[in-house]
Nanobody, 123 residues
């Protein structure tokens, strides 16, 4: 049974930092692209970043480029999203997801999803 479990969300002031974690279990994820997405109230789910487990392929949404960093610990089957210089507009539920579609930014190509973790940035 595939499981993706996010943690690390919370309330932070603008310009602050948070690190989200996503622990993956239930299969070998070496062939998967792992993505972070977010969804704010009343808005569509949007791409934040992705990374492959093998190699150094990463990609970021323009809105987070230079502020967020995706990384992984293969030994722990864990993907991270380091979020710095947070802004109120970063407030959303953040989801970890996995897909076999290589290097995808499209949420509808992701097969497995975590339960989400709330990030709230106050001004």
């Amino acid at each position: 049974q595939v499981q993706l479990v996010e943690s690390g969300g919370g309330l932070v002031q603008a310009a602050g930092s948070l690190r989200l974690s996503c622990v993956a279990s239930g299969r070998t994820f070496s062939s998967y692209t792992m993505g972070w997405f977010r969804q704010a109230p009343g808005k569509e789910r949007e791409f934040v970043a992705f990374s492959t487990w093998i190699g150094s392929n990463t990609n970021y949404a323009d809105s987070v480029k230079g502020r967020f960093t995706i990384s992984r610990d293969n030994a722990k089957n864990t993907m991270y999203l380091q979020m710095n210089s947070l802004k109120p507009e970063d407030t959303a539920v953040y989801y970890c997801a996995a897909t076999l579609v290589r290097l995808s930014r499209s949420w509808n190509s992701y097969n497995y999803w975590g339960q989400g973790t709330q990030v709230t940035v106050s001004s």
